[in-house]
């Protein structure tokens, strides 16, 4: 009942800046939690950010604090990761998640959407 379309996924060179959106559609819960994962081909899947739907609270992975920003519009019911300075690191896949608040796993995933840095 619930579908995640992530978009905004791109080329970019180092030191660029991209601007990845996920719509939520469906069912809708009292609280929950939507994340951003990413993973690169032969490599497991990484814990980018995350924020309380409710609260706004986030929480970042080491390697981006500083650099990505994770928000949502909720009147649009879409969660948005902001990614500045991007690093050739930074390329992989991209995906949004959602879990209820108390779930550690996620359970509803988007398709994903490509981000490359070039150096």
């Known amino acids: 009942q619930v579908q995640l379309v992530e978009s905004g996924g791109g080329l970019v060179q180092a030191g660029g800046s991209l601007r990845l959106s996920c719509a939520a559609s469906g069912r809708a819960f009292s609280s929950y939690v939507m994340g951003w994962f990413r993973q690169t081909p032969g490599k497991e899947r990484e814990f980018v950010a995350r924020?309380?739907?409710?609260?706004?609270?986030?929480y970042y992975a080491e390697s981006v604090k500083g650099r990505f920003t994770i928000s949502r519009d909720s009147a649009k019911n879409t969660v948005y990761l902001q990614m500045n300075s991007l690093k050739p690191e930074d390329t992989a896949v991209y995906y949004c998640?959602?879990?209820?608040?108390?779930?550690?796993?996620?359970?509803?995933w988007g398709q994903g959407t490509q981000v490359t840095v070039s150096s």
């Open positions: 924020v309380t739907w409710s609260g706004g609270n986030t």
């Open positions: 998640a959602v879990r209820i608040t108390t779930m550690s796993e996620y359970k509803y």
